[in-house]
């Protein structure tokens, strides 16, 4: 009898030895309990509780609103989904730049109270004293560098960054800034491929990169993205591998369709009681009073 597939959750130092013997690392958004655990089912090596989640889950314009408490609720439910991969959860805006006890603080509130292995923070140099703080507290921390999206007033919108040689010699200092402060892995978003490349070859940890060529140690996705769910914009880098937003429409369409033409529901989707006890209650409920 074949022993049934069973995933075993990637570690740290499994993702550093996969940057030096492959294979490339995976990593997927989620933001509910029902996706994590399809992401869960499959050989999907992370899952980032991302704050792309404002956009694609709560309806926010941008990542910026969204609160320290909503990502912990996010988290949460990520967390009860899927037992079997690495999780991340995302600092917010404003989460992390406070002050670093306020960093620490947050950063330790996803693994504590979310469930989560590991925290997420946007930025390179900048950022790098207040990522070493937090692994210092015992906290993993991956980075993002490149395109991030809570600076975008800043970088003029969603920009490929480093396009040129000085502003990419800027991305790959930032590699490296982070890789020094304890950065388990670094996410490099929309960056040229060849500059995605030098900065893996740059740096000892993973990349996982997200538009930023086919070199990086790894890959990731919004996960509505990628299922055709979120169709208010498509980034360049995004592959579209099922459009289940068209598909939903077209079934709610058809459940409307049959509810108001009587098919739906159907004999096959009732339940039933003997004749005679339906009888007995219609005489019994209008003996009552309560039907005619």
């Given at each position: 009898?074949?022993?049934?597939?069973?995933?075993?959750?990637?570690?740290?130092?499994?993702?550093?030895?996969?940057?030096?013997?492959?294979p490339?690392?995976?990593?997927?958004?989620?933001?509910?309990?029902?996706?994590?655990?399809?992401?869960?089912?499959?050989?999907?090596?992370?899952?980032?509780?991302?704050?792309?989640?404002?956009?694609?889950?709560?309806?926010?314009?941008?990542?910026?609103?969204?609160?320290?408490?909503?990502?912990l609720?996010?988290?949460?439910?990520?967390?009860?989904?899927?037992?079997?991969?690495?999780?991340?959860?995302?600092?917010?805006?404003?989460?992390?730049e406070?002050?670093?006890e306020?960093?620490?603080?947050?950063?330790?509130?996803?693994?504590?109270?979310?469930?989560?292995?590991a925290?997420?923070?946007?930025?390179?140099?900048?950022?790098?004293?207040?990522?070493?703080?937090?692994?210092?507290?015992?906290?993993?921390?991956?980075?993002?560098?490149?395109l991030?999206?809570?600076?975008?007033?800043?970088?003029?919108?969603?920009?490929?960054?480093?396009?040129?040689?000085?502003?990419?010699?800027?991305?790959?200092?930032?590699?490296?800034?982070?890789?020094?402060?304890?950065?388990?892995?670094?996410?490099?978003?929309?960056?040229?491929?060849?500059?995605?490349?030098?900065?893996?070859?740059?740096?000892?940890?993973?990349?996982?990169?997200?538009?930023?060529?086919?070199?990086c140690?790894?890959?990731?996705?919004?996960?509505?993205?990628?299922?055709?769910?979120?169709?208010?914009?498509?980034?360049?880098?995004?592959?579209?591998?099922?459009?289940?937003?068209?598909?939903?429409r077209?079934?709610?369409?058809?459940?409307?369709?049959?509810?108001?033409?009587?098919?739906?529901?159907?004999?096959?989707?009732c339940?039933?009681?003997?004749?005679?006890?339906?009888?007995?209650?219609?005489?019994?409920?209008?003996?009552?009073?309560?039907?005619r």
């Open positions: 009898m074949e022993t049934p597939w069973k995933k075993k959750k990637a570690t740290i130092p499994d993702f550093l030895e996969r940057k030096r013997s492959g490339k690392i995976t990593m997927m958004t989620a933001y509910d309990c029902a996706f994590a655990s399809l992401v869960d089912s499959v050989d999907i090596d992370m899952i980032l509780v991302g704050d792309s989640g404002a956009m694609t889950t709560l309806g926010y314009e941008t990542t910026i609103p969204v609160t320290m408490e909503e990502m609720f996010m988290a949460r439910a990520v967390s009860k989904g899927a037992r079997n991969t690495f999780l991340i959860g995302d600092m917010p805006f404003l989460s992390y406070v002050s670093v306020r960093a620490v603080e947050n950063a330790g509130r996803f693994i504590k109270e979310a469930g989560m292995d925290a997420k923070l946007e930025g390179g140099r900048r950022t790098a004293p207040v990522v070493q703080a937090i692994v210092r507290a015992g906290i993993p921390v991956m980075g993002h560098i490149g991030t999206p809570q600076s975008l007033s800043q970088l003029g919108g969603f920009r490929v960054q480093g396009k040129d040689v000085d502003s990419a010699r800027a991305v790959v200092e930032d590699a490296l800034a982070l890789q020094d402060a304890g950065a388990f892995a670094i996410v490099v978003e929309a960056v040229p491929a060849p500059v995605g490349r030098m900065i893996t070859e740059a740096i000892k940890v993973p990349t996982i990169g997200i538009g930023a060529g086919p070199d140690d790894g890959q990731v996705l919004v996960l509505h993205d990628m299922l055709g769910l979120f169709e208010r914009f498509t980034p360049k880098f995004v592959k579209r591998y099922v459009s289940l937003g068209a598909a939903a077209e079934a709610l369409a058809q459940f409307a369709a049959e509810v108001r033409g009587g098919s739906f529901p159907a004999p096959e989707h339940y039933t009681m003997k004749a005679e006890q339906a009888e007995e209650l219609r005489e019994t409920l209008v003996h009552a009073g309560l039907l």
